[in-house]
């Protein structure tokens, strides 16, 4: 069993939906947790960095850390098609030494 | 402020030989993190460097090897490249100063071994 399960997709939803991206972990250990997009051929850009459990909000990007389930979420908010892209969980114990999820490839349809 | 950059971008080598990546940090990082990427197993740590010194390392075999000079630029070494090794390989800054700070990636560089 791998550290960080994500569903790698493919997701494709219309624009304007909400989207809900998901990760499971089972080291307990972990307590920082970031959600990163990934456009084609370039490097990932940090979306939202959590610290332990609850909700994070920054515009139209909600991050939820549930530890108790180790469970994280990523939700978006009237997707646009600038959205399309591959989203990755990652996590660390400490910060410097993550572990990512496959990847969540989106995409969001005008 | 200049994000991380990194040389070359793309490179094509053959099975045996060795291969030198670089990483400029953002200015006043001084953690570089490496990660390999490629479609089957996703986004892998290789090791990451602060001040200097190896403070953490991947799975990764000893052929994969790393150094930071004192401006706190980053090259990775992978040695007697094999097949697998094409990917694409990350690396990301930080202050590296306490467990809070976010990592910040470059563009890559995507290696092909033939």
């Known amino acids: 069993q791998k550290e960080v399960e994500q569903d790698p997709g493919p997701l494709s939803v219309p624009e304007g939906a909400i989207v809900s991206l998901n990760c499971t972990y089972s080291?307990?250990?972990?307590?920082?947790f970031m959600w990163y997009r990934q456009y084609s051929r370039k490097g990932p850009e940090l979306l939202m960095y959590?610290?332990?459990?609850g909700n994070k909000e920054d515009g139209r990007f909600t991050a939820q850390v549930d530890k108790s389930s180790k469970y994280i979420s990523l939700f978006i908010r009237d997707s646009q098609p600038s959205d399309s892209a591959t989203y990755l969980c990652?996590?660390?114990?400490?910060?410097?030494?993550?572990?990512f999820g496959a990847g969540t490839r989106l995409t969001v349809k005008p | 402020k200049a994000g991380v950059t990194q040389t070359p971008r793309y490179l094509i080598k053959t099975r045996g030989q060795q291969v030198t990546l670089s990483c400029s940090p953002i200015?006043?990082?001084?953690?570089v993190s490496w990660y390999q990427q490629t479609p089957g197993q996703g986004l892998q740590f290789l090791f990451e460097?602060?001040?200097?010194?190896?403070?953490n390392k991947g799975n990764f075999p000893g052929r994969f090897s790393g150094r930071q000079f004192s401006n706190s630029r980053s090259e990775m070494n992978v040695s007697t490249l094999e097949l697998g090794d094409s990917a694409l390989y990350l690396c990301?800054?930080?202050?590296?100063?306490?467990?809070?700070?976010?990592?910040?990636f470059g563009p890559g560089t995507r290696l092909l071994v033939l």
């Open positions: 990652a996590m660390s114990a400490r910060n410097n030494d993550m572990r």
């Open positions: 080291n307990s250990a972990f307590q920082y």
């Open positions: 959590t610290y332990s459990s």
């Open positions: 460097y602060f001040s200097e010194t190896q403070r």
């Open positions: 200015s006043g990082h001084r953690s």
């Open positions: 990301a800054s930080s202050k590296g100063t306490s467990g809070r700070e976010t990592q910040y």
